[in-house]
């Protein structure tokens, strides 16, 4: 009868110790994923803050591009072609070359965003216009997000 109380009790202390260093162990996992979720929590905030500076970014050039697509669509037809012209042609001073090709540049950037976002409702994809257009693929893709952004 002794040795079978002795057996339990061996028995007993074993359960014991394994308990506790599944304890331990639930301990130290638990002390991870704190931590683990302290990292995630600071990750989101900062994720949060680039995603909000970003936006602000990208309104900023959202309303940069429509002032410049704004203004090139003020500049009547006729000033645009005379101001092709004085682009052509050499001047001595430099500064008006330089006001016929921001136009013409301005004009440019219109029709491209024009054509870009015709195609795409169009149903062309991103690859075939840039392919189509002579642009980047990159390029094509940020007028369709910045015209699917304005709408």
Same mark, same amino acid.
């Given at each position: 009868m002794a040795l079978?109380?002795?057996?339990?009790?061996?028995?007993a202390l074993a359960l014991?110790?394994?308990?506790?260093?599944?304890?331990l162990g639930l301990r130290e996992r638990w002390a991870r994923l704190y931590g683990l979720r302290s990292a995630m929590v600071e990750t989101e905030t900062t994720l949060q803050e680039l995603m909000d500076e970003l936006d602000r970014s990208g309104q900023a050039l959202i309303a940069e591009l429509d002032?410049?697509?704004?203004?090139?669509?003020?500049?009547p %037809? #006729?000033?645009i072609a005379v101001e092709k012209e004085i682009a052509k042609s050499p001047d001595s001073s430099g500064g008006l070359p330089s006001v016929g090709r921001e136009a013409s540049n301005e004009?440019?950037?219109? #029709?491209?965003?024009?054509a870009v976002v015709n195609l795409a409702r169009? #149903?062309?994809t991103v690859k075939d216009i840039a392919k189509d257009l002579k642009l980047h693929q990159g390029e094509v893709?940020?007028? %369709?997000? %910045?015209?699917q952004f304005r709408q």
């Open positions: 079978v109380t002795l057996i339990i009790a061996i028995i014991a110790l394994w308990c506790v260093r599944e304890i002032n410049r697509l704004s203004d090139a669509h003020k500049t %037809l #006729g000033e004009v440019e950037v219109a #029709g491209k965003t024009k169009q #149903g062309y893709q940020l007028i %369709l997000d %910045l015209e």
